[in-house]
């Protein structure tokens, strides 16, 4: 894997990551906000980010200690504006098309979940938190993906999953440890994140308004889409089609 970046943070600044897509098992957002291992702390110096997971997760014995070793906290509303109210620099990563994004994960397609994506908008804006948007090259070829017809009963079955739960999980095929054909593991694919310049926001007291989340909405996806528009020769070459913001 490896991070590219695009523009400089503030310190005096918080900001909200809004990595993209999510894949399968969103390997490159773990990688990027959740370890050491594409040196981000040296890439921005002083900036501390937490990348952010469903609630159940942390129940879960065991993987919960494993979650909250790499950093990472609850998506809850209540834990994002703890974490950017915690001082300068502090900051949040949110894996924004969630578990419906999974579902349509295909090696050489960018599909994204993000046209009713208002949430994260909203916690910029009462928050006064910048908004960095994030897009991985690559991360959808790590695993094929089996999709299902809206109406077959293993899409149905996935969807209530999805209600009951908050996630879901395609079914989805990868590597071996001992062959390359069959298995868990992620295959051997480049992915390259890059980390796009930073949408600066002001500060909204109480609550906005629909055209102001529709307004910041709407730099947020220009910026994505021109993330995609700059790298995608370089980073996507084999591409079957280009970005589609499908829901």
């Keep these: 894997m490896t991070l590219i970046k695009e523009g400089e943070l503030e310190l005096s600044k918080n900001y909200i990551y809004g990595y993209h897509p999510h894949g399968v098992l969103s390997l490159g957002a773990f990688c990027t906000f959740g370890t050491e291992g594409l040196h981000f ?25 494993y979650l909250m ?8 509303k209540e834990s994002c504006e703890h974490i950017l109210r915690s001082g300068e620099g502090n ?3 949110i894996v924004i098309g969630g578990a419906q994004e999974s579902l349509t994960s295909k090696p050489g397609t960018l599909d994204l979940t993000l046209k009713k994506r208002l949430g994260f908008i ?6 006064g938190a910048s908004l960095v948007p994030t ?22 079955v996935q969807q209530l999953v999805k209600r009951q739960f908050g996630f879901t999980l395609p079914v989805f095929n990868g590597r071996g440890i001992f062959n390359y054909e069959y298995g868990f593991m992620p295959r051997r694919k480049p992915v390259y994140i890059v980390i796009g310049k930073p949408i600066h926001v002001e500060k909204v007291e109480g609550n906005p308004t629909v055209e102001q989340l529709q307004e910041l909405q709407k730099k947020y996806i220009d910026a994505v889409l021109a993330i995609w528009d700059k790298h995608k020769d370089q980073y996507a070459p084999a591409r079957k089609q280009e970005l589609r913001i499908i829901e």
């Design 122 to 127: 909203k916690l910029a804006l009462v928050n």
């Design 91 to 93: 900051s949040i990563a």
């Design 135 to 156: 897009l991985a090259f690559g991360e959808n070829d790590l695993y094929d993906v089996y999709s299902a017809k809206s109406t077959s009963r293993m899409y149905q």
């Design 41 to 65: 702390s040296k890439r921005f110096p002083g900036i501390k980010p937490r990348l952010l997971t469903l609630q159940t997760n942390f129940q879960l014995p065991f993987y919960r200690d």
């Design 69 to 76: 070793a790499h950093g990472l906290a609850s998506v809850s």
